[in-house]
């Protein structure tokens, strides 16, 4: 059974920097798609970053965090890990890591099979 479980959520203040981390346990597959999605209240929830795991490591990301953030997996760990630099408060969210097959965007929510059960990050002016 394949479980995710995300930490190093916070507080932080504008401009200062997090890292999460999400541990796998269990057996995904050889090749599938790792990400990290968002949702703030009154939202809908959005792809962050992706990573394409057994595949050459393809990774993507929204515009709105290019240059700023940075995903990465420890296969060492077994853990998906995401870098944020440079935060601003449009970045507070619950935030999620994802795994499974998506078809057609890295960043399709509904195409993921497993999830976390996602980690708050509060950012302030």
């Known amino acids: 059974q394949v479980q995710l479980v995300e930490s190093g959520g916070g507080s932080v203040q504008a401009g200062g920097s997090l890292r999460l981390s999400c541990a796998a346990s269990?057996?995904?597959?050889?090749?599938?798609?790792m990400a990290w999605f968002r949702q703030a209240p009154g939202k809908e929830r959005e792809g962050v970053a992706s990573i394409y795991i057994g595949g050459g490591g393809t990774t993507e990301y929204a515009d709105s965090v290019k240059g700023r953030f940075t995903i990465s997996r420890d296969n060492t760990k077994n853990t998906l890990d995401l870098q944020m630099n440079s935060l601003k408060p449009e970045d507070t969210a619950t935030y999620y890591c994802?795994?499974?097959?998506?078809?057609?965007?890295?960043?399709?929510?509904?195409?993921?099979?497993?999830w976390g059960q996602g980690t708050q990050v509060t950012v302030s002016a």
């Open positions: 269990g057996v995904i597959g050889s090749r599938y798609y």
């Open positions: 994802a795994a499974g097959w998506p078809a057609y965007s890295s960043f399709t929510d509904y195409q993921y099979t497993y």
